[in-house]
Every structure is written in C-alpha cells, then in structure tokens.
C-alpha cells in the first residue's frame, strides 16, 4: 500500500496528471501531441524543455477552444450567439481564453527561437576564440622556427669559431679573428 497522498499516488489525477488533459479527450491523442513538439523542436536545456511545453500546452488548448466555439454557435438561438446574451458572454469569455493561449503560445516560441540563437552566438564567440587562440599558437611556433632557422642560416658554425656572421640583412656583423689572405697590421 503506498503511503503517498492520494493526488501523487493516482498519475491520473493530481500533482503528476497532465494538467492540459480534461474529462473526455483522449491520452494518448494528447501524448502524440506532445511527441510531435518534442521531436520537432528537440529541446534540450530545461529551459527548452519548460518553452516547448508552455507551446504544446497551449497549443492543445487552443485546439480545445475551437472544438467548443463549434457548439456554441450552431446551438445559439436563433442561429446567433450575439443575439443571446448568456451565449454572447461565453463566446466572449471563449475568445479572451483564446487570445491568452495564442499570447502563451507565441511568446514561448519567440523565447525558444531567442534562447537558441543566443546559444548559438555563444558557441560561435567560443569558436571564434578557439581559432583565435590555435593562430595565435601557430604564429608563436613559426617565429620559434624562423629564429631557429636564422641561427642555423646566419650563426657560425658548428666547430669553426672563426667564420663570419652575417646578419638576416646580409651584412657582415662581426669580423673573424683572422681572415685568409690578410696580414696582420695591413690594411
């Protein structure tokens, strides 16, 4: 026996049961429903998640207040539901339900659509930096590899301390300590 209160208990009703769901529509219908938002919306955050439900909440409502506006106006007397007050005053309160469910619904998509492209901007800033950042790695590496080629091209040689240096510019920076074919005291 379960000790929790009756409405948490019975997934029908209650705290668990589906709150858009009323006497007489269909769960399973309702389920189909709320698949086809889920998969054509894929939400992912709990944000997402919480926007596509306001959608496919409001959305089976609004699907609700067409079924009832029906009957409203093909048992209004005298074929018109404005020429009764009691039957103008529902139709009225129908249409302001309406408004609501429809203010919901497009406000929960523009949140989506918002909330996505912020995301996506975010990503996009990410792998802005990502790139920014392996460029600036890859000009560090190549200045590495251009000093050393310098050394190796421009600095003496391995063994022979006598030889010349020359500069990336071309010029001689230093002269060796002797040079062939040179006297010393001559100029």
């Known amino acids: 026996m379960s000790t ?22 269909d769960p399973a219908q309702y389920a189909a429903h709320i698949a086809e938002y889920k998969s054509q919306h894929k ?16 959305m089976w409502r609004l699907n609700r207040v067409q079924r009832l506006e029906k009957p409203l106006f093909n048992n209004a007397p ?25 203010s919901t619904y497009f406000r929960a998509s523009r949140e989506l659509r ?5 995301q996506t901007e975010a990503v996009k800033k990410e792998e802005k ?29 391995p063994g022979e301390p006598d030889t010349l240096k020359i500069a990336p510019t071309g010029r001689k920076t230093e002269q060796s300590q002797s040079e062939p074919g040179r006297v010393a005291g001559r100029k």
């Open 43 to 58: 939400p992912i955050t709990i944000d997402e998640h919480f926007l596509v439900k306001q959608m496919y909440d409001a």
């Open 4 to 25: 929790l209160p009756q409405a948490i208990a019975t997934p029908a009703i209650g705290l668990v049961s589906h709150p858009a769901l009323i006497a007489g529509e």
């Open 129 to 157: 930096q990502e790139v920014a950042a392996a460029i600036a790695e890859n000009k560090q590496k190549v200045a590495e590899f251009s000093a050393a080629l310098d050394e190796i091209m421009y600095g003496p040689l």
């Open 78 to 102: 005298g074929g018109s539901p404005f020429a009764d007050p009691v039957f103008s005053n529902e139709l009225l309160k129908l249409t302001r339900y309406q408004k609501s469910l429809e």
């Open 114 to 118: 918002t909330l996505r492209k912020e």
